[in-house]
């Protein structure tokens, strides 16, 4: 009898272990999980987040199935969450450096700046200036820039850009109330867009506030105006001075003969205001 109950007990304590041990093993293939997501598919699912603002979990899965890659949206969503990828709406905002960055190419900036005469008249020049090349172009000069006047010069502008063969597509101005409606609308027949800067923000049209200081300092500064009509002469002048630098695109000089007997001459204008220095033909 003693003998039957130990081997019960046994057969007991065997089953008991057996089940223990099937539960262990259960237990540890629910904690594994499916396998790991292959690297390579890691790498592209954030260079697709980084190159694509605007995409989400779901677009990039979708991306990933359009290249025959098998994935769960779920797994996507977890790469992005845990690499500190924003979401859409943090991702796609765009500063305005990178704004700047990528359209510079067809992005025209314009403003006004103020001069006064020796007789105490003060002059409004309105200029503007590609971001991509920074050439300049100045507009006029008046006493009196009427809303007539400025969308008048908008006219000049359009007309200007379509003889030189130039794409706008935006046009950075302030919120002066002498930009008009009209004025405005000259640029959007021609689908360029108006990107106004905010208020006391002058970064926002830093290029075309850049050449306004360059503007006085190598000649407003040091130049004394009587009138409209020698402002614009001055202007022109300091134009066409401008341009041409900016088109200039000499060879570097290699040869060590000729580095060591520079002839380089000097054109003044403007009465020696400005310098201009060329080497001897």
Same mark, same amino acid.
């Given at each position: 009898m003693a003998r039957r109950q130990t081997s019960s007990s046994s057969w007991l304590r065997w089953h008991r272990d057996l089940m223990r041990r099937r539960?262990?093993?259960?237990? @540890? @293939?629910?904690?594994s999980g499916r396998p790991p997501t292959r690297r390579s598919i890691l790498v592209l699912v954030l260079r697709l987040a980084r190159e694509n603002g605007g995409w989400g979990y779901r677009r990039i899965h979708g991306e990933l199935a359009a290249l025959g890659i098998k994935v769960a949206p779920s797994t996507v969503w977890e790469i992005l969450k845990q690499h500190g990828t924003e979401p859409v709406p943090e991702r796609d905002r765009q500063t =305005?450096?990178?704004f700047l960055r990528g359209q510079a190419h067809a992005i025209l900036a314009c403003d006004f700046f103020t001069v006064t005469t020796v007789n105490g008249v003060t002059l409004y020049v309105f200029a503007v200036i590609e971001q991509a090349n920074r050439r300049i172009r100045i507009l006029g000069a008046t006493a009196h820039p009427t809303a007539d006047r400025v969308t008048q010069a908008a006219r000049n502008i359009v007309m200007d850009l379509q003889d030189a063969g130039a794409t706008v597509t935006h046009l950075i101005r302030d919120r002066d109330s002498k930009f008009t409606r009209a004025f405005d609308a000259v640029f959007e027949a021609e689908d360029i867009e108006i +990107?106004?800067?905010? &208020? @006391? +923000?002058?970064?926002?049209?830093? &290029?075309?506030?850049? =050449? +306004?200081?360059?503007?006085r300092h190598e000649l407003l500064d040091r130049t004394l105006i009587w009138n409209q009509a020698h402002l614009l002469h001055a202007l022109g002048e300091f134009e066409a001075f401008y341009n041409q630098h900016l088109r200039q695109d000499p060879e570097p000089i290699t040869e060590p003969n000729r580095l060591q007997r520079l002839d380089v001459h000097r054109r003044d204008r403007l009465g020696g205001v400005l310098h201009e220095y060329a080497h001897a033909a």
């Open positions: 539960h262990a093993d259960a237990s @540890r @293939r629910k904690r =305005w450096a990178a +990107v106004t800067t905010g &208020i @006391r +923000v002058p970064l926002m049209n830093s &290029i075309m506030e850049r =050449w +306004v200081q360059t503007c």
